[in-house]
């Protein structure tokens, strides 16, 4: 069975955006794949963090995946400082890397340029990230746009370490996501959903109750004209909530067009389906949240699969690298 990987950072608030772009597809990936999904949190450490909120952050996060439908069972669900190969083999996949190609790392251009302070693993994020693909023969990952300078680099330092070694790692391949709906900010909706907090109207949270769903629909900016139609140039705010009616309903956006006559029906059926599909979600995770120890047990379980796995890449390549074995 293909294997595959993806991750996850416990930075905060989980919304609608995330669920459809990327969870939703983890839940169905793992029943086809053998998927290992991962918390991480040590990426979560290249900007300053609060202590107590990593923690509690981490440990959420683990809750919703729990709740959204990853299945122990069936996947390997894990946090990422839970197996301590991940920075032992990022210190090789440095030594393999050069500055030259971290320096020209878009992604680091883009956070370093006005930040106050830049921390060295800012810098040298994306070999951590390789590290994390390596360690369990992903053939698989699926990233976004963001990340596949990233693949890319991780692809190129697995070849050269295989060159110069021996046959160690798998070369992973970018898997072009499934088709997610874009979900766009019900406020701005020019621009992507996110838990930025100028725009908290504009972004439906996994954990909103009932009321909150439906008051941040009914106040979604719509366009002018009254014609519900699906046209994202033209009619942004009316073609988002099309868009998501259509990811939820797995049907197509201009043919859900046609079945309303105004503004407001569509966006009270938006709400009712977000709600039918979130509300279940809600439920389980508070499940969960008032019993951490068992989210605990379920974590350490993963984290020992994953641990066997990682162990077995790890002591290849330090044998490949030359590193003396312990006695």
């Known amino acids: 069975m293909t294997r595959v990987l993806s991750g996850i950072q416990p930075s905060g608030d989980v919304h609608l955006g995330n669920y459809l772009g990327a969870l939703a597809q983890w839940v169905e990936d ?17 900007v300053p963090q609060t202590p107590e909120l990593l923690r509690k952050n ?5 809750q919703i995946l729990l709740a959204v439908g990853l299945d122990p069972d069936v996947c390997t669900l894990f946090v990422q400082s839970h197996v301590p190969q991940h920075t032992e083999l990022a210190w090789l996949i440095q030594c393999t890397t050069s500055y030259g190609e971290l320096s020209r790392m878009t992604q680091f251009k883009e956070k370093s340029s006005d930040a106050g302070f830049v ?5 040298t994020y994306p070999t951590l990230m390789a590290a994390d693909i390596l360690l369990y023969d992903a053939e698989r990952v699926p990233v976004g ?14 070849q050269r370490f295989n060159q110069r070694y021996g046959e160690t790692f798998v070369v992973p391949e970018a898997a072009i996501p499934r088709v997610a709906a874009r979900v766009m900010d019900l406020q701005h909706p020019d621009r992507k959903m996110s838990k930025s907090a100028d725009s908290p109207m504009g972004t439906v949270l996994l954990l909103d109750d009932e009321t909150s769903i439906r008051r941040k629909f009914r ?18 705010g009316v073609s988002n ?19 309303f ?43 020992e699969k994953a641990r066997a796995v990682a162990a077995e890449t790890m002591e290849r390549a330090k044998k490949a690298i030359g590193l003396l074995a312990a006695g």
């Open 30 to 46: 793992q029943h086809e794949f053998d998927s290992f999904f991962c918390v991480v949190d040590l990426h979560a450490l290249t």
């Open 145 to 158: 746009d963001d990340q596949r300078q990233h693949l890319e680099l991780t692809r190129d330092v697995a």
């Open 261 to 303: 006559d105004r503004y407001a029906e569509l966006k009270d059926a938006v709400a009712d389906e977000v709600i039918h599909t979130l509300t279940p979600i809600r439920k389980r995770f508070l499940e969960l949240h008032d019993d951490p120890e068992r989210t605990a047990k379920l974590l350490a379980v993963g984290a």
């Open 58 to 62: 981490t440990l959420e996060l683990a």
């Open 219 to 236: 106040r979604a900016v719509t366009d002018s004209g009254t014609e519900v139609v699906y046209d994202p140039e033209q009619k942004p």
């Open 119 to 123: 921390s060295a693993g800012l810098f």
């Open 241 to 259: 909530l099309l868009g998501i009616l259509a990811a939820l309903t797995k049907r197509d956006p201009q043919e859900l067009a046609r079945q």
